[in-house]
């Protein structure tokens, strides 16, 4: 069984909160985002993510991506 909710001041707040009797034993796993968000969320927003995380690259890597990944000559 699936039920969503949304942590609201440190509470875990159901979307349908008699969905559960009191006292049930749960498990709790926080999505990455929230629902709404991933269903409008476009390629784009999901690499930004990893923007600006790799280190050790050429100065001109942007540039040049295709010569240092596929071996193509420099433009």
């Known amino acids: 069984m699936e039920i969503l909710g949304k942590v609201n001041g440190g509470v875990v707040v159901l979307d349908d909160p008699k969905a559960l009797p009191d006292g049930a034993v749960v498990r709790v796993e926080a999505l990455e985002e929230a629902q709404e968000e991933t269903e409008e969320a476009t390629v784009w927003d999901a690499l930004r ?9 050429p100065a001109d890597f942007a540039e040049q991506h295709d010569h240092y990944l596929h071996g193509t000559p420099k433009r």
Do not use: Y
């Open 49 to 57: 993510k990893w923007g600006g995380r790799a280190k050790g690259l």
